[in-house]
């Protein structure tokens, strides 16, 4: 069975600082790994996906994500963090031998991005 | 705006009771995906549906059934509703091949007093 692990429920840093939001994850087949973020009283909206090809992705908003296949890890990063970023953010898998698109979500990290 | 309409918005019913949720996909969008979303369980996948068929089942009650209309809309119907029913109940939708990404609706927030 697919699962996702987000090992931090919060992530706390300082505007201007570099950011880094944990994600591994375990699947059968390929892995299809995307990140979503949630704000308050809102659905997840999607911020990059990868599917294949180069391990450094790059999303919405100036985030992107690094797949490390060896790691079965996909941490979502931004070089410089805005008060704005703020936000409940998931992991999310799905994998090519489930048969059909079943997106398995982590359990979310909060970040915190203080002025 | 994700394109994808949820309606209500809000919901506050009592145990017992039973409730629909509307959900109107992303023009285009023929997948439909359920999840509910609470403090304790997490986001959980309830219901997937493809261009009217039931594809995929996760952790739904009996208790609560879907299905997807020929115009691609779908519904939730919770029935005998329970203290802890009450949630986020997002759908989502997609193309519908394995590696494109969710669009989620703002989610009904339902309340069983």
């Known amino acids: 069975a697919q699962s996702v692990a987000q090992p931090e429920d919060q992530v706390n840093v300082a505007e201007g600082n570099p950011l880094t939001v944990k994600c591994t994850y375990s699947?059968?087949?390929?892995?299809?790994l995307f990140w979503y973020v949630q704000y308050p009283n809102r659905g997840l909206q999607f911020l990059l996906k990868?599917?294949?090809?180069?391990?450094l992705v790059k999303g919405s908003y100036g985030f992107e994500a690094e797949f490390n296949k060896s790691q079965t890890s996909f941490h979502l990063k931004k070089p410089s963090a805005l008060v704005s970023d703020s936000a409940l953010y998931f992991c999310?898998?799905?994998?090519?031998?489930?048969?059909?698109?079943?997106?398995?979500f982590g359990t979310g990290t909060r970040l915190l991005v203080s002025p | 705006d994700s394109g994808v309409t949820q309606t209500p918005k809000h919901l506050i019913t009592a145990t017992g009771q039973r409730v629909t949720l509307r959900c109107s996909p992303r023009?285009?969008?023929?997948?439909v995906y359920w999840y509910q979303q609470s403090l304790d369980q997490g986001l959980q996948f309830l219901i997937h549906?493809?261009?009217?068929?039931?594809?995929a089942k996760g952790n739904i009650l009996e208790r609560f059934s879907a299905q997807q209309f020929p115009d691609l809309h779908s519904e939730l119907n919770l029935s005998s509703l329970e203290l802890g029913d009450s949630a986020l109940y997002f759908c989502?939708?997609?193309?519908?091949?394995?590696?494109?990404?969710?669009?989620f609706g703002n989610g009904t927030r339902l309340t069983v007093t």
């Open positions: 549906y493809y261009n009217g068929e039931e594809r």
């Open positions: 990868y599917i294949t090809g180069d391990n």
């Open positions: 999310a898998v799905s994998g090519s031998n489930t048969g059909f698109q079943k997106l398995v």
């Open positions: 989502a939708s997609s193309v519908g091949s394995y590696n494109s990404p969710l669009h």
């Open positions: 023009s285009g969008d023929l997948s």
């Open positions: 699947v059968s087949g390929n892995p299809y």
